[in-house]
RNA sequence: GGGGGUAUAGCUCAGUUGGAUAGAGCAACGGCCUUCUAAGCCGUGGGUCGAGGGUUCGAAUCCUUCUACCCCCGCCA
């Protein structure tokens, strides 16, 4: 729609510009907007404002002249200039009604696009290590990282997920070592528990699990317990694969799935790691001071070089994550889109500078980031701390437990991504009315409630039957609906663009509240039935968007509350 | 000290990429269930959009200088 009117914009202007009226010189880009105020119409342009200046008139009188020079078309019905010289357009009837037709012949796929065209998209989002459950924190990254998922396929993009981890640095030994502690007896609070140990007494279950010779199977390894408490690798072994389990039962209740688990360590196993400085020397960007190899990657916009290769030997951790992206690069991912904790932002600008420094044709933007901020966990009115160390912190599967997945995920992705957000157990407990997934869910199950009522009472309808009374809508109420309907499809290509599902979380509320409002003001199941047909065809075509873009958030959409 | 984030109603947050009179929810107050689910609706009150300067027809939004809070700044990941 937004086209059809540029393009009625254009020929006004080319109109004006043969008549002398405009210099022929101007070639703005024409803006049509929607408008907040229904007197303002449906859509309006500032083309006149922005105008106004290069011919050399004022911006309502300019606004006048384009308004009398635009074409006839049957989808206008009038125009208006108004405030300091927009141009309102009041669309026709017909043309605001034919969403619903539209909804309900694209039903699922209404709001779909083909932006993405195929195009291969990483999303690579939770990425914890194998050292305990998840946390709040990895679940707002699940929350969002799925989402954003879910945004893309349905842009057209070709989407894989992505899981990075470590099962064998520092912090694997330190869990072999907690493990094998918890094996010999021994707690957090013995003379002998390992230095930096992990305390938390999830410890203690994979401990027994492992003596108990249970047999273990994560999403990508299978492993049964040796059940002796001195074979150190035995327990690693077996530690990660129980760890990576309960993460895997963790995002399964949280309906979170990845197509590739990808190691740390098998960069070193497939030499990609050796590959990557060898490409980095070998361009030049390296030097060698106090015995260890740097990167100069402050010739890439970093504010301090940064250590490959320690004095001892060993790689920081700064180069895997050079050769992981290299490979995510090779694998052919128009955009890999790294979805982590803020507390990890200094790792942008070191991951792209390593990437330019392999002068492989990366771009420079390459690849996007989305961070989220902090989660704070509240319990009676006081935070509580997030320590894995500590083993105090709240975890995923006690939210889900505790408040249910879908409130879970709509409050962990309804804000954007740069807001700290306070998760207050409390309140999320109470059953309260707070938890605005509940007002979407049940503007879906009203309108599921209202066919129900139809069938009861031996009334029947069909979409043909609505779709042919749409003239039948002209109420106010319906007009807003109408209007929040259409635009749905920008609200998804907007948030899978710019990497927002929290923007439709937002749309689904306004919807929602129109919906409530007009349900309250007008009676769906008239007794004049054209009229009653009319209105079922609009509020199936509600209950449709909503399923849309809960499915979008992973929220689920019940047909009763 | 450097980098990033945030600052909008009493509280939690939106704000359609620079548009017209800045919006919801919660909290407060007042109304609406003999009529399709009251997890709902309607109404009232509530704001120097952190502060100053700049850019222009027009700024919560862009630039700049401050202030406050959070995160990061390791040859840890």
Not at 63 to 70: M, P, T, V
Not at 182 to 192: E, H, T, V, W
Not at 348 to 365: C, N, S, Y
Request: glycine share 8%; aromatic share 8%.
């Amino acid at each position: 729609m937004k086209q059809e009117l540029s393009a009625l914009i254009q020929q006004a202007l080319d109109a004006l510009k043969a008549q002398g009226v405009l210099p022929a010189d101007i070639s703005p880009t024409i803006q049509i907007d929607r408008t907040r105020d229904p007197s303002h119409g449906d859509l309006a342009s500032n083309v006149a404002l922005t105008l106004a200046k290069a011919a050399g008139k004022n911006p309502r009188e300019l606004a006048a002249l384009i308004c009398q020079a635009l074409p006839e078309a049957t989808f206008v019905k009038s125009t208006d200039v108004a405030g300091p010289g927009f141009i309102n357009f009041f669309l026709s009837e017909a043309s605001s009604q034919a969403v619903v037709q539209r909804i309900l012949e694209q039903g699922e796929r209404f709001g779909c696009s083909d932006e993405g065209k195929g195009r291969k998209v990483q999303v690579e989002f939770v990425s914890a290590n194998p050292t305990g459950p998840l946390h709040v924190g990895h679940g707002r990254g699940a929350a969002v990282g799925d989402s954003l998922c879910r945004l893309l396929a349905a842009t057209g993009w070709d989407v894989s997920s992505e899981f990075y981890y470590n099962d064998a640095g520092a912090q694997i030994s330190n869990l072999a070592l907690s493990v094998q502690a918890r094996c010999k007896g021994l707690g957090p609070d013995d003379a002998s528990w390992p230095e930096d140990g992990y305390r938390g007494d999830y410890i203690k279950d994979v401990a027994s699990a492992y003596m108990a010779g249970e047999k273990i199977d994560a999403e990508d390894r299978h492993v049964t317990g040796a059940a002796d408490a001195d074979d150190l690798d035995a327990i690693r072994d077996f530690s990660v694969a129980y760890l990576r389990r309960e993460q895997d039962l963790d995002l399964k209740a949280f309906d979170v799935h990845f197509d590739v688990y990808f190691l740390e360590s098998s960069l070193y196993e497939s030499g990609a790691v050796e590959q990557t400085v060898d490409t980095l020397i070998a361009n030049g960007h390296t030097f060698e001071q106090e015995g260890a190899l740097w990167l100069r990657t402050t010739d890439f916009g970093d504010d301090k070089d940064r250590v490959m290769r320690k004095r001892e030997g060993g790689y920081t951790y700064f180069l895997p994550d050079v050769a992981y992206h290299q490979n995510k690069w090779q694998r052919g991912f128009a955009r890999v889109i790294n979805e982590q904790g803020a507390d990890h932002h200094s790792t942008v600008t070191r991951v792209r500078a390593g990437l330019q420094a392999l002068d492989a044709g990366i771009p420079e933007g390459w690849p996007e980031y989305v961070l989220h901020q902090m989660v704070m966990v509240m319990r009676s009115g006081q935070e509580v701390k997030l320590s894995k160390r500590a083993g105090s912190y709240v975890t995923l599967r006690d939210l889900i437990d505790e408040v249910g997945r879908d409130a879970t995920r709509y409050f962990l992705v309804a804000r954007g991504p740069g807001s700290q957000i306070t998760f207050d157990i409390d309140l999320a407990l109470s059953q309260s009315n707070d938890n605005p997934v509940y007002y979407i869910q049940y503007a879906h199950a009203r309108v599921c409630s209202v066919l129900r009522k139809l069938e009861e009472a031996g009334g029947q309808w069909q979409a043909a039957d609505g779709l042919a009374q749409l003239d039948r809508l002209g109420e106010e109420h319906e007009a807003a609906l109408l209007k929040q309907l259409d635009k749905y499809p920008e609200v998804v290509a907007n948030a899978a663009r710019n990497s927002e599902p929290h923007t439709v979380a937002t749309y689904l509320r306004e919807l929602a509240g129109d919906f409530h409002t007009y349900y309250n003001a007008h009676k769906v199941l008239e007794d004049d039935t054209a009229l009653r047909d009319a209105r079922l065809a609009l509020s199936v075509a509600v209950k449709q968007v909503i399923a849309n873009g809960l499915a979008l958030l992973g929220v689920s959409a019940p047909e009763s509350m």
